[in-house]
């Protein structure tokens, strides 16, 4: 592999949404590869004055700086290769140690286990089966579509423009833990995202006990939904695509009216965009935050589960967004799946639509966008009528977080 094709690879990751806004990190990446292009030897006070520009009285003895900034770039690094950069046949490393050298490598996926693959499989396969299934039966059977009708107020830009239309369905984020028997799989419900597992690891002994993994997991009822949703696409007929979370990417973000299914455990780079809502959410113990500005309070609504019987009680987000690229984003996040399996199927009926937006939304010429959480109870993916608890509409230049 000769030195131009590092370096142009080198500049594809340098212009990721992982590096683009971290220039000292960028300078950083740039110095310790073409340094290593170049043969030189790298010390910690070369890298403190031509790496980081630290002045001449940098003292390694003292100033543990090199080492943190080195640490954090090989957990960007990390993070890099967990999302835009899987697919990229190239990778980057930089050893540890006191060395810091820089090699280029074939990625290698990593080994999965058995178990785990299997669930993502049936996921997979349960997805493509469903897509035949419902398009041959639906596309010669036009009388059975669940309806919505292409101007409603909140699925109007799903239904008629020229986006394509991305499901994103919520999977969950597993890491491994090398043990004298080998890899073992660990899913911690505190450990939602590659942000997560980068705080897991802040030291040295834990980085070097737990690996992320590519392997992530889909929840029993995940797929639910779509028996609801898919339909309604249909009967627009439009194009669409179906994505897990994990595989979701930036460009994806432009290219979609999207539409995510799932629990806020699974929001992946989608919790970026739900930052900058009033509502918010704590994954345990599990509750949904609203602020309430006219009051300025805070509501708390926690989502408790009856170990014995079952029996639950749910809160749900339901928020319309704009996207980055005047598309559209609608979210149904929830803390258990009857949350965003109930939100999901009153929000494709056409009685409660035409309550619901003759209260809150009224009828406009320009899009409408809003959060809102409604509180649903009942049994697994079985639950009562959900009941709105708060609603806001949220602003056409909503500030679209990073």
């Known amino acids: 592999m000769n030195n131009e094709i590092k370096k142009e690879y080198l500049q594809k990751i340098l ?85 810091y050298k820089v090699t280029f490598s074939k990625q290698i996926l990593q080994g999965t286990n058995r178990k785990l693959f299997t669930y993502l499989l049936i996921g997979f396969v349960t997805i493509i089966l469903l897509n035949i299934t419902l398009w041959n039966f639906y596309s010669t059977e036009y009388q059975n579509i669940k309806e919505v009708d292409s101007s409603d107020p909140i699925w109007k830009e799903f239904a008629t423009s020229k986006f394509p239309i991305l499901l994103v369905i919520g999977d969950y984020f597993f890491y491994k833990e090398k043990t004298e028997n080998g890899n073992k799989y660990l899913r911690d419900v505190r450990v939602n995202s590659v942000k997560d597992f980068s705080e897991l690891i802040k030291s040295d002994d834990i980085e070097n006990k737990y690996l992320l993994t590519e392997i992530t997991y889909l929840g029993k009822y995940a797929l639910w939904c779509l028996n609801d949703i898919l339909p309604v696409i249909i009967g627009w007929d439009k194009v669409y695509d179906i994505k897990l979370s994990s595989e979701l990417s930036w460009e994806d973000l432009n290219k979609y009216n999207i539409i995510f299914i799932g629990s806020f455990k699974s929001l992946n780079i989608m919790e970026n965009i ?129």
Do not use: C, W
Request: hydrophobic residues 35%.
């Open 15 to 99: 212009v990721s949404q992982e590096f683009k806004d971290s220039k000292s990190y960028k300078i950083l990446l740039e110095f310790l590869v073409n340094s290593a292009l170049d043969g030189r030897k790298l010390s910690e006070n070369l890298i403190a004055s031509e790496g980081l520009g630290k002045k001449g009285d940098f003292d390694i003895s003292s100033d543990t700086s090199v080492r943190v900034y080195i640490h954090n770039l090989r957990k960007k690094l990390a993070s890099y290769y967990m999302t835009e950069g899987k697919t990229d046949e190239l990778k980057l490393s930089i050893s540890k140690g006191q060395h």
């Open 274 to 402: 739900t930052n900058g809502l009033n509502s918010s959410y704590r994954i345990s113990p599990n509750a949904i935050f609203f602020h309430d500005e006219n009051s300025d309070s805070i509501f708390t609504y926690s989502a408790p589960k009856n170990i014995e019987t079952g029996y639950l009680k749910d809160y749900t987000l339901v928020s319309k967004l704009p996207g980055p690229n005047s598309n559209t984003i609608i979210i149904f996040a929830s803390t258990h799946d009857i949350g965003h399996i109930s939100s999901v199927e009153i929000f494709i009926d056409k009685i409660f639509l035409n309550n619901f937006e003759k209260k809150y939304i009224v009828t406009a010429k320009s899009p409408v966008y809003f959060e809102s959480i409604f509180e649903v109870e009942g049994f697994e993916r079985t639950g009562f009528k959900p009941i709105l608890k708060q609603f806001k509409k949220v602003d056409k230049n909503y500030n679209f977080p990073r």
